[in-house]
């Protein structure tokens, strides 16, 4: 038995995300005392890279993947073919649109929202993040067969000196794998996507117009940040929906996430309190945010965020 490690390549890149679960699966399979392999889907010029997070094997699919049923039939048959008990994916759109057909193909419990390495202490207990990051639950898997989807940034992986070794391996698919015809894709743009972000710096109806957004734009780009924006200000066209964080938007998980002019309604807050630091910045000392922050600044964002931007492009750059 094996580990199977899911590897998301997005424009021609393994992302972040699945490094870390790359590490996640690698330590998982250590603890096992058995191996664990890597299946990408696509063609990524850095695969190589996923040795350094501690896999030695990756089989590499070259075909051309649009649907959920295509996506679950090829990691299905690479689970098969390393004979693979446990499948670890990183929470991502696409992942959540496959997974759960996965585990029926696999027969297998499926876990979301994965924080830690199991504990195999006494049966396979996993910790795993719910009511949209305000508590967790400790969850027995019993089936033979896991699938384990586990949370950005929850798990920090530490560099090997491991090489990879990338081998071709050629699915087959069925006619109904790819019976879903994809018209479009449409792509947010951008130097930093919100999903893959480390940094996230978001403004609110405090910027009083997206005039103003340039301030949010520097301080990002000295940051070396993604930028977002709270509900109110992309239903004002301010900023484009993409960028929206919050419950009905995207849901981030930064390792700091910066909230300007932003009150803090609990819509927001579900999609940001899985970001491992909040720095706030208000001039409402009352702001309901403050009490999640980790760090606050009671202050006028006019006044704060030029001596933000001139700071950070003294001491981060």
């Not at 910045?281 to 309901?288: L, Q, S, T, V, Y």
Request: glycine content about 8%; charged content about 20%; some cysteine.
């Amino acid at each position: 038995m094996s580990v199977l490690v899911y590897l998301e390549i997005a424009e021609g890149k393994v992302k972040k995300s699945s490094l870390e679960v790359a590490a996640f699966g690698a330590e998982l399979a250590k603890k096992m005392n058995t191996d664990a392999v890597g299946i990408a889907i696509g063609k990524a010029d850095d695969l190589y890279l996923v040795g350094n997070y501690g896999l030695n094997k990756v089989l590499n699919a070259f075909t051309e993947v649009e649907t959920a049923q295509a996506y679950s039939a090829i990691v299905y048959q690479a689970a098969e073919n390393t004979k693979a008990n446990i499948v670890v994916l990183p929470k991502s759109a696409s992942v959540d649109g496959f997974a759960s057909r996965l585990s029926v193909k696999l027969k297998a419990n499926l876990v979301s929202n994965v924080t830690e390495i199991p504990d195999l202490a006494s049966g396979f207990k996993v910790k795993r993040s719910i009511y949209t990051g305000k508590a967790f639950a400790l969850v027995e898997i019993k089936t033979a067969n896991k699938v384990l989807v586990v949370r950005k940034n929850a798990f920090t992986p530490a560099l090997t000196n491991n090489t990879a070794t990338i081998e071709s391996f050629t699915p087959t698919l069925a006619a109904k794998d790819n019976s879903v015809i994809v018209k479009e894709t449409i792509r947010a743009t951008g130097d930093i996507l919100l999903t893959e972000a480390e940094i996230v710096v978001s403004g609110g109806r405090g910027m009083k117009g997206s005039e103003n957004w340039h301030l949010i734009e520097d301080l990002a780009k000295q940051l070396h940040a993604a930028t977002g924006c709270s509900k109110p200000v992309s239903d004002m066209d301010w900023r484009p929906h993409h960028e929206h964080v919050g419950q009905t938007g995207v849901k981030v998980s930064p390792n700091i996430y910066i909230a300007v002019g932003i009150s803090g309604a609990i819509q927001h807050l579900a999609g940001v309190n899985s970001s491992k630091v909040i720095v706030v910045i208000n001039k409402d000392p009352e702001a309901p945010f403050f009490k999640a922050a980790d760090y606050g600044i009671v202050g006028d964002a006019f006044e704060v965020l030029p001596k933000l931007i001139a700071a950070a492009g003294k001491y981060v750059n």
